[in-house]
């Protein structure tokens, strides 16, 4: 049981939500009679003591943003064992007795090995983009994400349409082939291409040639940039094909803005179970969704096994292209 202080800290790829989930956990702690500790810049803030208190107004005008008004950063000392020790006595000499975690897999993998020193426990929440993070069926900022890539892919629809185009889009997910999955669904797409799925360049480009002579009009070819580069992947459909192709690299872009209604609510609820949680005395968990209910998650299988593609969407995907 925690009755004194707890952090918080965003750390790897930021994510829209990010901001709902730490202000979800500020604002608990506060109306549980708990101090608060924001640390900024991720690890590496955490290493560099940048950890500053905060109140319930450090929060405000906060939901609506995307970003993370704690700052992130990549931090390398944090994976040697010295540079987990400076940062867990810098939380020490503050006073604080948890903290809370909310990035991608590799942060709360530097979370796992940051408890399993001792001296600190630790609730992760997950923060990607990418909705690659195991045990959960959502992250905070995917949903954003999503609908930001499927809106770009929309309007290039309609230029591909106009020119009888091919168009490439190539969207974020480093290893991780949901955002291209979801958005390429939704949008449509006659292609998916993600890292976890096999397929013949071969075969596609034949097939594109054959559509074409029956009268289709463009294709849209959503790949995510851990399978293949969308430039590469442009000149050799161009090549293979013989018809006009364009590459658009949607980048940062799905990082950014606003978040969605969804992602800020589940942002919110993870948000409050974490600090409660943690105030409660528990430690090592990730808190995530599983069918729409927030469920806990140990925190050392979660870091410890890679999140599948749904083979359900997979599947869908081959049904409707
Ligand atoms: P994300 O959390 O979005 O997956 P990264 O993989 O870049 O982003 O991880 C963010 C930070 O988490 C890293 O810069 C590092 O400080 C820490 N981290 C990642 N992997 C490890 C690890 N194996 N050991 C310790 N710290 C790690
Ligand atoms: O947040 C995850 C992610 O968006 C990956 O899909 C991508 O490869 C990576 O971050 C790029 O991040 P950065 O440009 O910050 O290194």
């Known amino acids: 049981m925690i009755t004194g202080a707890i952090a918080v800290m965003t750390s790897g790829g930021d994510s829209p939500g990010m901001n709902a989930a730490a202000r979800a956990v500020v604002r608990t702690a506060l109306y549980e009679g708990v101090r608060v500790f924001g640390i900024q810049n991720g690890y590496k803030g955490m290493l560099a003591d940048e950890i500053y208190e905060l109140e319930a107004r450090s929060v405000s005008d906060l939901i609506q943003r995307g970003g993370t008004f704690l700052g992130t950063a990549r931090c390398k000392e944090f994976k040697t064992e010295e540079g987990r020790k400076l940062g867990l006595k810098n939380l020490q000499s ?13 942060s709360l993998t530097g979370g796992a090995l ?14 990607t983009i990418d909705n690659d993070v195991w045990g959960t069926d959502y992250t905070i900022g995917c949903d954003t994400a999503a609908n930001t890539a499927l809106d770009a892919i929309n309007k290039l629809r309609d230029t591909a349409s106009a020119h009888r185009r091919i168009i490439v889009v190539e969207v974020m997910g480093r290893n991780s082939g949901w955002l291209a999955m979801m958005s390429g669904i939704a949008s449509g797409a006659e292609y998916i291409i993600v890292p ?8 596609i480009c034949h097939e594109i040639v054959d559509d074409y002579k029956k009268g289709r ?54 948000g409050e179970r974490a600090a409660l949680a943690l105030i409660s005395g528990v430690s090592n968990v990730v808190f995530g969704f599983d069918e729409g209910k927030v469920v806990s998650i140990n925190l ?9 593609l749904d083979p359900e969407l997979v599947r869908l995907a081959s049904v409707l292209k």
């Open 217 to 270: 009009r463009y294709t849209i070819i959503v790949v995510a940039e851990g399978a293949c580069s969308g430039v590469g992947l442009k000149n050799v459909v161009q090549e293979k094909t013989g018809i006009d192709t364009r590459v658009s690299i949607l980048g940062h872009i799905q990082r950014g803005g606003s978040p969605t209604m969804e992602d800020r609510i589940k942002a919110s609820m993870l």
């Open 114 to 127: 940051l408890s399993k020193m001792g001296g600190i426990p630790i609730v992760g929440l997950p923060g």
């Open 94 to 106: 503050h006073g604080i007795e948890g903290l809370v975690i909310i990035g991608g897999d590799g």
């Open 300 to 308: 050392f299988d979660s870091v410890n096994n890679k999140k599948p």
């Open 196 to 203: 976890e799925v096999k397929y013949d360049l071969d075969d």
